[in-house]
């Protein structure tokens, strides 16, 4: 289904920069994915085939009413067709088109223990350097099994540095001389 949900998100980054409000959509479709999250049963009750349409259109529009008015519509349609176990894989999707336009891209980084905020803007600006994105949106994850260094993964990019990596490549290195 991800190809039915970049339609539904081109289509929804499309009329939202047309008309001027990619900001305000982009800001209101987090929250929507968020309440929607926390809600427990909420995308099985949306996607339920027993609940009415007219059920259906009363919950997005009590649940989501103040929201843009393109995203509504999305989410209107999304209802209408029970599509709305799409709508995370939609918002992600979304996301992406903006990064592209804005030339900018989500990295996380792994470590050992959590990085500085000098440390995360010092590995940004080589990434910076080495891609050629404008800007960086970090996010920090602590993981202990990379032993020491960094891991860095952008979209479907990974640079790893982590001293794990490096022992692996070593003891792969190891095992082809003793076979030859």
Do not use: C, W
């Amino acid at each position: 289904m991800a190809n039915l949900s970049q339609k539904y998100a081109q289509a929804l980054f499309d009329v939202a920069e047309q008309h001027g409000s990619l900001e305000g959509v982009k800001a209101d479709f987090y929250e929507v994915t968020e309440a929607a999250a926390s809600v427990g049963n909420f995308i099985e009750f949306m996607d339920n085939p027993k609940i009415t349409r007219e059920k259906r259109t009363a919950a997005v529009e009590a649940a989501f009413g103040q929201s843009d008015r393109l995203l509504l519509n999305l989410l209107r349609i999304l209802s209408d067709k029970k599509h709305m176990s799409l709508l995370e894989e939609i918002y992600g999707e979304f996301l992406s088109l903006y990064d592209e336009a804005h030339n900018q891209a989500r990295v996380t980084v792994e470590s050992v223990y959590k990085l500085s905020a000098e440390e995360l803007d010092q590995l940004g600006q080589v990434f910076i350097d080495k891609t050629g994105y404008e800007k960086l949106l970090i996010t920090n994850e602590k993981n202990e099994e990379l032993i020491g260094g960094v891991r860095v993964l952008i979209g479907s990019k990974v640079y790893d540095g982590s001293l794990r990596n490096q022992l692996d490549n070593l003891r792969n290195n190891f095992k082809e001389h003793t076979n030859s």
